[in-house]
């Protein structure tokens, strides 16, 4: 293939762009660390909450979600100096 020295420099400068996403993709890649998540519920859960949210949307059932597990979480007398057990 031929090329003049217009077609020389957008090709280089092609080339660098690619370069720059493939060293950012790196970099990016290198910085992952594994989702372990909280709380891992049963598949008919999940299931269950993905239906929830098709039908209420997704801020209604995390609101849901959320005030049931902090009402749960304070049975549990977290922020106690002693443990009531």
């Not at 090329?3 to 950012?24: L, P, R």
């Not at 890649?29 to 299931?47: A, K, M, Q, S, T």
Request: glycine letters at 4%; a negative charge; zero cysteines.
């Amino acid at each position: 293939m031929k090329a003049d020295k217009n077609d020389f420099k957008k090709y280089s400068e092609a080339i660098d762009k690619i370069q720059e996403g493939n060293e950012s993709m790196i970099e990016l890649f290198n910085e992952l660390e594994d989702d372990d998540p909280l709380i891992n519920f049963g598949h008919d859960v999940v299931e269950n909450i993905g239906k929830a949210k098709e039908k209420f949307g997704d801020e209604t059932i995390d609101e849901k979600i959320n005030s049931v597990v902090r009402e749960m979480l304070s049975w549990l007398h977290l922020n106690d100096e002693e443990n009531p057990e």
